[in-house]
């Protein structure tokens, strides 16, 4: 568990300066390995690393700083589908190096 601590401490002080928590660039790389597919909430929920309950609400912050985009099923409208643009693709090109 303090080994844990101090991995989450380092990538804290990693992201910090690009305006993003752990669980926003989690769902980043999550949406990068889709290669360009949208996927939707639950698809993203299963496959955290952290099991956070309110994915939907970090990813409407990752909308408003407009590093994913946000679309409708055509076939099932209340389904919404999420992929990352190329702002997302930008951001985390800067910032996994730093991580690796």
């Not at 889709?34 to 309950?53: A, H, L, Q, S």
């Not at 099932?76 to 990352?84: A, F, H, K, Q, T």
């Amino acid at each position: 568990m303090s080994t844990a601590s101090r991995i989450n401490d380092g990538m804290a002080i990693v992201l910090k300066p690009f305006d993003i928590t752990q669980p926003q660039y989690n769902i980043l790389r999550i949406l990068r390995g889709k290669n360009g597919e949208p996927c939707n909430c639950g698809e993203i929920k299963k496959v955290m690393v952290d099991k956070i309950p309110d994915v939907t609400r970090i990813c409407d912050k990752l909308i408003a700083k407009e590093l994913i985009t946000r679309q409708f099923n055509q076939s099932n409208r209340r389904e919404v589908l999420l992929s990352i643009n190329n702002n997302g693709f930008s951001m985390l090109k800067k910032i996994d190096p730093m991580i690796n």
